[in-house]
């Protein structure tokens, strides 16, 4: 059974045979449906490609250049402002405000229609923002689109939080104004307000130069972000970065804000205000004031303390003026070097009474003297010889009651008595003498006292170089101005000018080795042509130095309190501290060498 059973399974099976389909002929009525159909897809292909190309090419083509263009808008930037060493006043920095739409709030890697939730978002902007979530969450509100969460992003601040890639945040750029000098040059600059509107200083006066060229920018970009060489505008790609350079140096203005403002807080004075001046060219080094206010915080302060007064504010310059007159009596040969005035301490000039500042007579004096002791009588018997005309026209020459030819801001004209009310009335020739019964601004009178500086040229005071592009410095202006006054005669008055420092009431500003001449003056305060009782004016002037004048220093200070102020007391020892620091950042050569040497080993 076995055997037969094994023989049984090992038998070879029959192989089935394939099956034979026969070909059966296509009926030629289904051929002509497939070729019918073909030909009608390939008609609608066509019809298509000539829609396209014929009937929507133009919309198409204005499709795909909007999505291919990048359009930039101007942020409206402004050009930075330097001093004269390339020291930031004045700048533009770029800011961010971050906006916020919940509705649309997704974070990397979620599924594009989830909403992550306010609170999700406020977690992750909390920490960039150095802000507590719960300050966030209560900003957003449950508000929809819409939300400012901040105003002033810094970009390191902006590449965080873009760097999160959340969807439903804005970051919207603008330029801010930033002033890193602080309150130093606020009274010459001035601000922009939040709307970035100009309201004093040159931001005022040449708001038009400080903005930059800018331009919108349609940039067509490939696929791939590559930029497209054709449809550019010309200049696209221009880049602006000129400067404003002033003429100002931040060391020297430093220190005269400092040291106006601790005489000002001394003396418990109104106001005060300090120039220095290159009296070759105009340039102005230093033109302080205090009090004064942050640009950067503008908001914080009184507004009247936004303009310059030593460029805007009229004041009776007093005995600083004296130089000045004693020029014009040389100059018409009125007077002669080596003449004496007889002092007798009070004269009656058309019923009124002049005094000197003491009261006292001084006797037969020669004009040096005149200055040491501010004789306000010896003034007005040495003038008495230039006549009232060719004086008043000499004034009026000297432009007392004309706006100064500069480019600060907001410069105000003088005010001067008609010539009729000059040449009838002989109190007013008289108190003119003396630096009264007139008034101008300190500008006005540092611009003439540079004048007399620099042998007779009326320079014109200025605080710019102009635009410079880079890093790159603008070169000191070349001398210039009206010639005036006879070389000789302003040396002469010089000579005067230093046996003040050296003798008489400017010793304070005395330095070793240094020829210096100056005027110190006390005067009167009017206000609407009435004299206020006790209110004075206290300023000291200096030139220096006087073998080669090359500076001239005005110290001005506004009612200051107490029996004891005096030019001399006052503005004196802000003088000395300006001169000192000048000497030294201007590298000025001793006068006389010996004598520097001689202190130095004392």
Known sequence: MKGLSLHANTAPRRRARPRVIPLAKVPSQRLWIVFLILCSGLVGLIGRMAWLQLVQANQLEARARQLQTQQSQPLGQRRPIVDRNGRLVAMDEKRFRLWAHPRYFNFPGDDPNHIR???????????AMAKPAEHLLKQMDNRQSGVKLAEGVDPETAATIGGFGISGLDLEPYPQRVYPQGSLFANVVG????????????????????????????????????????????????GDDLRLQLTLDSRLQELTVQA?????????????????????NGELLVLASTPTYDPNLFWKFNPGRFREWSVQDLY???????????????????????DRVHDVGRLQIGGWPINNHDKRANGL????????????????????????????????????????DTDLPGAVAGQLKTKEQFTTQ???????????????TPLKLVQLHAMIANGGRLVS???????????????????????????????????????????????????????????????????????????KICSFVAALPVEKPRYVVL????????????????????????????????????????????????
């Open 260 to 280: 106006l403002a601790a005489q000002v807080k001394k003396w418990n004075a109104l106001k005060g205000a300090a120039i220095v001046m290159d009296v070759t």
């Open 316 to 338: 009776e310059p007093g005995s600083t003026f004296k130089p000045i007159n004693l020029a014009l009596a040389l100059q018409e040969g009125a007077i002669n070097p080596g």
């Open 365 to 404: 004096i020669d004009f040096a003297t005149v200055l040491q002791v501010s004789s306000n009588v010896g003034m007005v018997q040495a003038m008495r010889h230039l006549e009232d005309d060719v004086y008043w026209n000499w004034m009026k020459r000297l432009g007392i009651d004309a706006k100064p």
């Open 555 to 602: 110290v001005v200070v506004d009612e200051p309190q107490g029996e004891n102020a005096y030019g001399s007391t006052v503005a004196v020892p802000v003088a000395k501290q300006i001169i000192d620091a000048l000497l030294v950042v201007e590298k000025v050569p001793p006068s006389k060498p010996a004598e520097v040497n001689k202190a130095l080993k004392s």
């Open 461 to 535: 005071p200025h605080i710019t170089r102009g635009f410079r592009s880079g890093h790159s410095l603008a070169p000191a202006a070349s001398p210039s101005g009206q010639q005036l006054l006879k070389p000789d005669v302003t040396k002469t008055v010089l000579s005067w000018m230093e046996s003040v420092v050296d003798e008489g009431s400017g010793k304070g500003v005395k330095t070793p080795g240094y020829r210096i001449g100056g005027k110190t003056g006390t005067a009167q305060k009017a206000l609407n042509g009435i004299y206020l009782p006790g209110a």
């Open 117 to 127: 939730p306010a609170g999700d978002v406020a977690e992750r902007l909390s920490e």
């Open 191 to 238: 601000f922009l307000n939040d709307a970035r509107v100009p309201q004093a200083g040159l931001e005022q006066s040449r708001d038009r130069e400080l903005l930059r060229y800018e331009q919108a920018r349609k940039l067509r970009r490939g696929a791939d972000g590559t930029p497209l060489p054709d449809d550019l505008a010309p200049g696209v790609f221009f």
């Open 426 to 440: 002989p109190i007013e020739p008289a108190t003119t003498a003396f630096g009264q019964g007139f008034s101008l």
